[in-house]
């Protein structure tokens, strides 16, 4: 089946440090791919997605890169601040039956420090 | 738009007691997903409707657990009775899966329910 493996967290780092979190994935076939965001308290949102192959998302400073040839989707961010402090999830979408079915990962927590 | 609704946002209830959860998804969505949330096993989907129609409810725990949508515009998550291990953050999420022309699927989620169950 369909699945997604993210890197265990915390991951704690400085303000204005770069942030990488890995996402890889096991598909059949060719899913298109996303990051959610959770802040404390609250549901998920999403932060960007990529629908093929070499696709960029990207929003409020994050960028993921679709690599079909190593199944992974990594978030990167050039200089991230304590506003970023959340869970992040990766997340596939495949059809799967005739619908549409989403896939997430466990989560990675970070926390930014002043 | 208010986006998704979910009510109560806290819970607490004794062992036994039979908890109902409500969702209200975004107008014109077709979609509805109920998640359950814990620090043991993450985010974990239990049941998908689309048209309000039950697709995919192998994630219902067991038998305790019930979810219907009488409408498009309600859902509710009941479980009776329940137990300690119910104690989660349960979120709602709604999205618009018609295929054509092409949507971003994107699954919107609620602000989730944090039922405690003593």
């Known amino acids: 089946g369909n699945s997604v493996t993210q890197m265990e967290g915390p991951v704690t780092l400085s303000e204005e440090a770069f942030l990488t979190i890995n996402c890889t994935y096991t598909?059949?076939?060719?899913?298109?791919l996303f990051w959610y965001v959770q802040y404390p308290g609250e549901g998920l949102q999403l932060l960007l997605k990529?629908?093929?192959?070499?696709d960029k998302g990207s929003n409020k400073g994050f960028e993921a890169t679709y690599r079909k040839e190593t199944t992974s989707f990594h978030l990167e961010k050039g200089s991230v601040q304590v506003s970023d402090s959340a869970v992040y999830f990766c997340?596939?979408?495949?059809?799967?039956?005739?619908?549409?079915?989403?896939?997430f990962g466990t989560g990675t927590k970070l926390q930014v420090i002043p | 738009d208010a986006g998704v609704i979910q009510s109560p946002r806290h819970e607490v209830t004794e062992m036994g007691q039979e908890v109902t959860l409500r969702c209200k998804p975004i107008s014109g969505h077709n979609s509805l997903f109920w998640y359950r949330q814990t620090m043991m096993r993450g985010l974990e989907l239990l049941i998908y409707f689309n048209n309000n129609v039950p697709i995919d409810d192998s994630g219902m725990p067991e038998d305790r657990f019930s979810a219907k949508m009488p409408n498009a515009s309600f859902s509710t998550l009941k479980i009776q009775p329940s137990e300690p291990r119910d104690s989660a953050v349960y979120f709602c999420?709604?999205?618009?899966?018609?295929?054509?022309?092409?949507?971003?699927?994107?699954?919107?989620f609620g602000p989730g329910t944090r039922l405690t169950v003593t």
């Open positions: 990529a629908t093929k192959a070499d």
């Open positions: 997340a596939l979408r495949m059809n799967s039956g005739g619908y549409q079915k989403v896939t």
């Open positions: 999420a709604s999205s618009d899966l018609t295929p054509l022309p092409v949507r971003s699927y994107e699954q919107y």
């Open positions: 598909a059949t076939g060719y899913p298109s």
